[in-house]
């Protein structure tokens, strides 16, 4: 079993800025790699920056120049570092682990960004 537990959202001024956090526990060796994801109301779950096998990033084109994915593996730990946020950006956003084997994804419950006009 691997944990994902976020952190780190809550309510911003459009132009503001937010870090989120997502700690990995539990069997968290298992863990190939990990990224952001995130849910607006009434849409469909999109990827918002994840990392690689290689260690490389991809971002969302909707992101990309403002938002900045990070992590420390030694904290088992990712983050997201969104500047210069929309009103367009509020959502739930998850972090995903996706376990070496048979690729199980994994989630955490989410956490709640709300950027006001």
């Known amino acids: 079993q691997v944990q994902l537990v976020e952190s780190g959202g809550g309510l911003v001024q459009a132009g503001g800025s937010l870090r989120l956090s997502c700690a990995a526990s539990?069997?968290?060796?298992?863990?190939?790699?990990m990224g952001w994801y995130r849910q607006a109301p009434g849409k469909q779950r999109e990827s918002v920056a994840t990392?690689?096998?290689?260690?490389?990033?991809n971002y969302a084109d909707s992101v990309k120049g403002r938002f900045t994915i990070s992590r420390d593996n030694a904290k088992k730990t990712i983050y997201l570092q969104m500047n210069s946020l929309k009103r367009e950006d509020t959502a739930v956003y998850y972090c995903?682990?996706?376990?070496?084997?048979?690729?199980?994804?994994?989630w955490g419950e989410g956490t709640l960004v709300t950027v006001s006009s």
């Open positions: 990392f690689t096998s290689g260690g490389n990033t």
């Open positions: 539990g069997s968290s060796s298992r863990v190939n790699v």
């Open positions: 995903n682990a996706i376990l070496y084997g048979h690729g199980i994804h994994c």
